[in-house]
């Protein structure tokens, strides 16, 4: 029996699976919850034979390592997320559902079910009796939504030694995996004034927000999408009542940049904004930096693609790569020098959505297979 019968197979327990994990809130800062998503996979991936390592974390949920046995070194890292960005209570509000060929709920596409397909693609590999399962080291993180803070060095840890890197946010339409990723900055930008009376004594005042709205308009300016550069201004308060000259004004900024060059170059942009005053007598202060490194395609990523192509060329499929401006934990194996292919979970779209997000249970078994196969190929037995 060949990969995708053998997961075309598997279907009720791969969709029951993922009815399951979607039902279990995950929100990214209920460590609770996010627990409860992580004991789950370590019973699976336990029963399946797996070597799995808690991570275990005080405030955010625990990260999972997996392995094939604890002393294995694989040469394959696969990353997946086990947080959500949706409140607690949200599973009940609007459980898994199923409507037509598609899977509705919170998290179903961002991305629990390609916790099934990890689980299933090393299950189908195992039970065919390759050992390519033994080739592969998976990190199921806590904290993806909010940029990975505790998962970081665990990621780039494991990376250090790999020689590929496969993670598993939601496979694009149109057989489609995500070759590139922007960078993503944060920054926030605060000005000090002086409050005055606006009616008495208007004069005496420095005005906080007109200052501010000098840099917004200079930040905005350094937008330039047909590069792949894009500075939003994305949240601006300040000021105490409309009868006072504002004291103080903040803003924050979102920066996506294509490559480390944009970063540097744009980054020194912001500060030299911030550095110079239109309004005599405030004072700017600039704090932030590039938080995620942009996931970059190179030669390497090529040739990794294509072996993906190989094996979707077995299931029918003509696989594509498309870049995105979203970020993922794909930027930091990607920032160790590791070959990095992204989007390699089930077909799925609308992430973050109310109601929308959906993963096609058509492509299920397909898009599992495709992971699977490509751990094949991947591994020198097969080379």
Do not use: C, W
Not at 178 to 183: D, L, M, N, T
């Amino acid at each position: 029996m060949n990969l995708e019968k053998k997961l075309e197979s598997k279907m009720p327990e791969m969709t029951a699976l993922l009815e399951e994990l979607v039902n279990m809130d995950s929100n990214t800062h209920d460590k609770e919850d996010v627990d409860k998503v992580g004991t789950l996979l370590k019973t699976k991936f336990e029963q399946l034979g797996m070597y799995v390592h808690t991570h275990r974390e005080k405030k955010l949920g625990n990260n999972l390592e997996v392995k094939a046995e604890r002393s294995s070194e694989p040469k394959i890292i696969i990353v997946a997320h086990m947080d959500t960005v949706f409140p607690k209570g949200t599973a009940k509000e609007r459980p898994f559902e199923i409507i037509d060929d598609f899977a509705y709920g919170p998290g179903v596409s961002d991305e629990k079910s390609s916790h099934v397909a990890v689980l299933y693609a090393l299950k189908a590999l195992k039970e065919s009796g390759s050992d390519a399962y033994k080739n592969v080291h998976v990190i199921f993180n806590s904290d993806e939504e909010i940029g990975s803070p505790t998962s970081k060095p665990l990621i780039k840890k494991a990376a250090a030694d790999k020689h590929y890197s496969l993670v598993v946010e939601s496979g694009r339409p149109g057989d489609a995996v995500v070759s590139e990723r922007k960078g993503v900055g944060r920054f926030d930008i605060e000005v000090e004034g002086k409050g005055a009376h606006a009616g008495v004594e208007p004069e005496l005042g420095r005005s906080a927000i007109n200052e501010l709205a000098h840099k917004v308009i200079k930040l905005q300016n350094l937008n330039d999408y047909e590069s792949g550069l894009s500075v939003n201004v994305g949240l601006f308060n300040g000021g105490t009542s409309s009868n006072t000259v504002p004291p103080d004004a903040d803003a924050k900024i979102d920066v996506r940049v294509k490559d480390k060059q944009q970063a540097k170059e744009v980054t020194k942009e912001i500060s030299d904004i911030a550095d110079e005053d239109t309004v005599e007598g405030t004072s700017t202060y600039l704090e932030g930096g590039m938080a995620q490194p942009p996931m970059e395609k190179t030669e390497e990523t090529e040739k990794l693609l294509d072996v993906i192509r190989d094996a979707g060329k077995e299931l029918g499929m003509s696989i594509k790569d498309v870049g995105t401006g979203g970020a993922s934990d794909a930027a930091y194996t990607a920032d160790e020098g590791i070959p990095t292919v992204d989007g390699m979970g089930p077909l799925g779209e609308y992430s973050h959505s109310l109601t929308e997000e959906y993963v096609d249970l058509t492509t299920f078994a397909k898009r599992t297979a495709l992971l699977a196969r490509t751990i094949q190929l991947l591994t020198p037995e097969n080379q």
